[in-house]
């Protein structure tokens, strides 16, 4: 059963066409590692799908929620895409998260403001989730006093919270130090392991190789190729994606 479709997405900025026709599915429990060189329109068509950018054209199905895009954004439109949205968990490149809260606070923000869960509630599920990620003990600290890779995991915790359908991550090890980089990613190995529904946008290749049930290589806004990990890191049918999987 597919968790995410998309049918024939484009998107552009000005004169530069960044997804030139995008289809693809996403099943429930998969996980699925996007690929590609810098400027081949990944992240762009990861925020496509929660409508942070909205496509030019295509179809986005995402649970029941289906969106076509290029219409009117009317009353019933913008409730579409807020459920769209609260399906998703988004764990951006940059952390994102509130300076001013705590860990514990910034994954309480989410189920207090838009799922109205009562305080206490909505402490204990923080707390379970920062427990989840071993960062328990750092509830009470403030980003600023957490490393890189303890903030990208609170900001796994805080999108966790809202109980997605989905959990897309872009480019989530980017911005980390090469010591942080592995903290993260085996709190991302470990919800793959539990089920998760996951699409990945990540340069890691390790990770990739490991984890992914399909790792799709995109590069100048066109899907080149998709296949198993074994497949595209042993074998892949084109050489762009030959090239680039296995390089270094």
Do not use: W
Not at 94 to 111: C, D, K, S, W, Y
């Amino acid at each position: 059963m597919d968790v995410i479709k998309l049918e024939n997405i484009k998107k552009s900025f000005g004169d530069n066409i960044v997804l030139k026709g995008i289809n693809f599915t996403v099943d429930k429990n998969e996980v699925v590692v996007i690929m590609g060189p810098s400027g081949s329109g990944k992240s762009t068509l990861l925020r496509c799908i929660t409508f942070l950018e909205e496509p030019d054209n295509g179809v986005i199905r995402l649970g029941g929620v289906e969106l076509e895009a290029g219409l009117s954004h009317n009353k019933q439109r913008k409730t579409a895409i807020r459920e769209l949205r609260q399906n998703t968990g988004f764990v951006f490149q940059q952390f994102n998260l509130f300076p001013h809260r705590t860990a514990l606070e910034n994954v309480m923000e989410g189920p207090m403001v838009i799922k109205k869960m009562d305080r206490q509630q909505a402490k204990e599920k923080a707390i379970e989730l920062l427990t989840k990620v071993g960062l328990a003990d750092r509830a009470d600290h403030y980003p600023a006093q957490l490393s890189g890779g303890q903030q990208q995991r609170v900001a796994i915790a805080r999108a966790l919270s809202m109980e997605p359908m989905v959990m897309l991550y872009d480019e989530p090890t980017s911005a980390l130090d090469p010591e942080l980089v592995r903290e993260v990613l085996l709190v991302m190995k470990d919800l793959a392991k539990e089920g998760m529904t996951m699409v990945v946008v990540t340069h890691e290749k390790g990770f990739a190789k490991d984890v992914a049930d399909r790792v799709i290589f995109m590069d100048d806004g066109l899907i080149v190729e998709e296949g198993s990990s074994d497949k595209m890191f042993g074998d892949p049918d084109e050489e762009r994606t030959r090239r680039f999987l296995q390089d270094g």
